[in-house]
Each structure stands twice: as C-alpha cells, then as structure tokens.
C-alpha cells in the first residue's frame, strides 16, 4: 500500500503544482475550469494510451523512442507556455484593467486557454503514465488489484490533489497587482524548465552530445530524488548536476521569452492621457 | 499583386508572430547539433530480476562514453534511473533499453529502479 501511495503520491503531486498554477494563472477568466478539466481527462487518457503502447514506443528509433516522445512532447508546452505568456503580455493587463471589449476577449482568451489546457494534458499524460504503468505492473505482478493497493493509490491521488490545491490558493492569494507578474514569472521558469529537461532526454539517447559537460553539482544539498527536489524539478527545473547544454538551453528559452514579451507586449498603460481620459 | 501578397503575408505574419516565434523554440531544440555518434564508446549490460541488478556493480574506463543495455527480466516494470549519470527510462517486463551516459570522471555513481528504491546499483570508474 505503502509503496503504492508513495508513487501515485508523488506524479500527482508533480502534475498537481503545474495544474495548481495554470488555475491560478485563469483565474477569473470564464470557462477555464472546462479547458483545465479538458487538460486533465485528456492527459488521463493519453496516460492510458503511452501505458499501453510503452513497450512498442521504446522499441523505436532505435530504441530512443521514449526519449524522443519525451523530448517532442516537452518541446510543444515549452512553446504553448512561451505562446502563452506572450499573449497574456499583449493582452493580460488589457483584461485585467477591463478595457477590452468582454467578447473579444474571450474568443482571444480561449486560444490562450487551449493552450494552457495542452499544457495541462501533457503534464498528466507524462505523470500519469508513469502511476498506470507502475500500477498495471504492480497489479499483473500479485495477479490483480489489491485492496491495499487500490486504497494506497486514492490516498496518494488525493493528497497529490491537495498539493494542488495548496499551490493554486497560496498563488491566488497573492496581492492582484503582483499576480500577473508572479505568474508569468512562474510560466516561464516552467518552461524553461521543461527545455532544460527535454535536452536531458536528447543527451540521454544520445542525439545531443555537445556541451554534455557537468558545470556544477548541489546534489548534496537538494538531492533530485528528494521532494524538494522534485518539487524545484518541476517548478523551476532544477537539477543537482546540469549539463552546459541544459544551462544554455535553460537561458536561451528564458531569453527568447522575455524578448518575445517586449516585443509583443501590450505598451505600458501607465500613462498620464489615460488618466486624463479618465 | 505580389506585393499584395507579401504584404497579406506580412499582415498574416504579425499576427502569427508570436506563436511562429515560439514555434522556432521547439525548432530550435530539435534541430540542435545532430552530433555524431561518439566513438569508442563501451558497452556495458545490466539485467534487473527479482528487484536485485545483475551484475550490481558495473565498471567502465574513465572519460569514455558509455552506452548502458538494460534487461527487464523480472515479473514487474521498471524505470532505470540514475540522477547522477542523467538517465531514466521505463523498461516494461521482458523488454530491453539502452541509455547513453557521458564520459565519466573516476567516481563510484549510483543508479537505481525508480519504482522500487530497494533495487540499487552501481557504476564504478577507476
């Protein structure tokens, strides 16, 4: 049961802080609990579909496949969370000061939606495949479910669920003129993150191997396995022992977003006419 | 008319902007250095059975790449793991993997089956 809790306990609670942060980031926009919910029945869904097809998946690309689904699927919410957060850098303040007219806002809203809610599904998906996977093998390994296992697994998901619900409170209960900041500040780090982490997948098949050099390591501060660890894996990426390739890949996304989001950004709406029309 | 077009395109293309820009993200990533396959690397096989790795101590020259073989022989799925050589990869019963680790330092450097922590190993570099 024990070990059961423990893993379940552990994805959820990996998909739980990026589900925690997406509701915080929609916070207020209508239907985002549909595109939320979307995510996670999709991702559950395709956790089942990745579990079943895990053996066939590893076999290809010469026995990379794993790594390369990883790497692809990593890659596309790096770039819905970049797509993301440029978005909500042209429109975020807009809707927030209720300048923009409702209607438009929320057909434009729920393209940004969409693609927070892939992010979602793909956060589900990776975790999720993981506990059926460990769950099936548990199950076909004692010749059916048990009931101590079956008991274990509702425990960890739903302590995982409160993982979630803690990261969506404490993050809405943040001041809502610092919100928009924190959040996009949390997007991004996420998605660096995730680049971070589809390149350990590259390097690990083996497809990457420049810059593959160790540039420093704090694992014997924050050890990966930890759940601290986890926790800043998914939060932030961290790793205790990245490689060149991660750190570049890890700036160079951080980079390309915060350009994109001057770019593209909304001018700053502090300006005295405003206050004049006002 | 082509003028037209280009500036249809440029219109199209300032309102797709940012998704192609974020597109050229992912692109990025995948078209990275495709390097070429590192030579001289050792290849070393590890089965996993009854949750024990056999052998449990592996050995490998220093600053040389290595390709790890992974074996599930045992009735259960496992996921081979080391966050100090940087691999994790699910293995089903009865299927084999390889993951590829970087030149090592002289070092002893632990892996392990992440579903079952009692399943430890080693990779020793003299």
């Known amino acids: 049961m024990l070990a059961a809790l423990l893993i379940v306990f552990r994805e959820v609670f990996e998909a739980g802080l990026i589900v925690g942060i997406v509701?915080?980031?929609?916070?207020?926009?209508?239907?985002?609990?549909?595109?939320?919910?979307?995510?996670?029945?999709?991702?559950?869904?395709?956790?089942?579909?990745?579990?079943?097809?895990?053996?066939?998946?590893?076999?290809?690309?010469?026995?990379?496949?794993?790594?390369?689904?990883?790497?692809?699927?990593?890659?596309f919410a790096v770039v819905m969370l970049t797509w993301h957060n440029v978005w909500m850098a042209r429109h975020g303040r807009e809707m927030a000061a209720e300048l923009h007219a409702a209607g438009e806002a929320v057909v434009e809203g729920s393209k940004s939606l969409a693609a927070l809610g892939a992010v979602v599904a793909i956060a589900v998906l990776r975790e999720g495949s993981e506990?059926?996977?460990?769950?099936?093998?548990?199950?076909?390994?004692?010749?059916?479910?048990?009931?101590?296992?079956?008991?274990?697994?509702?425990?960890?998901?739903?302590?995982?669920?409160?993982?979630?619900?803690?990261?969506?409170?404490?993050?809405?209960?943040?001041?809502?003129r610092y919100l928009f900041g924190?959040?996009?500040?949390?997007?991004?780090?996420?998605?660096?993150?995730?680049?971070?982490?589809?390149?350990?997948?590259?390097?690990?098949?083996?497809?990457?191997?420049?810059?593959?050099?160790?540039?420093?390591?704090?694992?014997?501060?924050?050890?990966?396995?930890?759940?601290?660890?986890?926790?800043?894996?998914?939060?932030?990426?961290?790793?205790?022992?990245?490689?060149?390739?991660?750190?570049?890949?890890?700036?160079?996304t951080l980079a390309v977003m915060i350009v994109l989001m001057k770019l593209f950004g909304a001018p700053p709406p502090e300006r005295p006419r405003i206050a004049a029309a006002e | 008319m082509i003028a037209a077009e280009h500036s249809a395109l440029r219109e199209a293309g300032r309102s797709n902007a940012g998704i192609a820009a974020a597109l050229l993200v992912g692109v990025?990533?995948?078209?990275?250095?495709?390097?070429?396959?590192?030579?001289?690397?050792?290849?070393?096989?590890?089965?996993?059975?009854?949750?024990?790795?056999?052998?449990?101590?592996l050995h490998a020259p220093p600053n040389t790449p290595i390709d790890i073989k992974i074996k599930n022989a045992g009735d259960i799925v496992m996921e081979f793991e080391s966050s100090e050589l940087h691999f994790e990869k699910i293995v089903p019963v009865g299927r084999e993997g390889v993951v590829h680790v970087r030149p090592q330092q002289p070092g002893r450097y632990n892996f392990f089956d992440d579903f079952h922590h009692e399943t430890?190993?080693?990779?020793?570099?003299p």
């Open chain 1, 23 to 75: 509701m915080a980031v929609t916070a207020g926009v209508p239907a985002r609990t549909l595109w939320v919910m979307g995510g996670v029945v999709a991702g559950v869904l395709g956790a089942g579909v990745v579990a079943l097809f895990t053996g066939a998946l590893s076999e290809l690309f010469n026995g990379s496949g794993q790594e390369i689904f990883n790497a692809s699927i990593l890659a």
């Open chain 1, 131 to 176: 506990v059926v996977l460990f769950l099936y093998g548990v199950a076909a390994a004692q010749g059916g479910a048990s009931f101590a296992m079956v008991v274990g697994g509702f425990v960890g998901l739903f302590l995982g669920a409160l993982v979630c619900l803690a990261t969506y409170l404490g993050l809405v209960s943040i001041p809502q």
């Open chain 1, 182 to 252: 924190v959040t996009s500040a949390l997007i991004a780090l996420l998605a660096a993150g995730m680049a971070a982490q589809a390149i350990a997948f590259l390097e690990q098949a083996n497809i990457l191997t420049a810059l593959d050099q160790t540039v420093w390591d704090t694992s014997w501060l924050i050890s990966d396995s930890s759940f601290l660890g986890r926790g800043l894996h998914t939060l932030i990426g961290y790793v205790g022992q990245p490689t060149a390739m991660q750190l570049v890949v890890y700036a160079a």
């Open chain 2, 28 to 57: 990025a990533l995948a078209l990275l250095p495709r390097a070429i396959a590192a030579e001289d690397a050792v290849t070393l096989s590890v089965t996993i059975k009854n949750h024990k790795f056999d052998p449990a101590e």
């Open chain 2, 120 to 125: 430890q190993g080693y990779l020793i570099v």
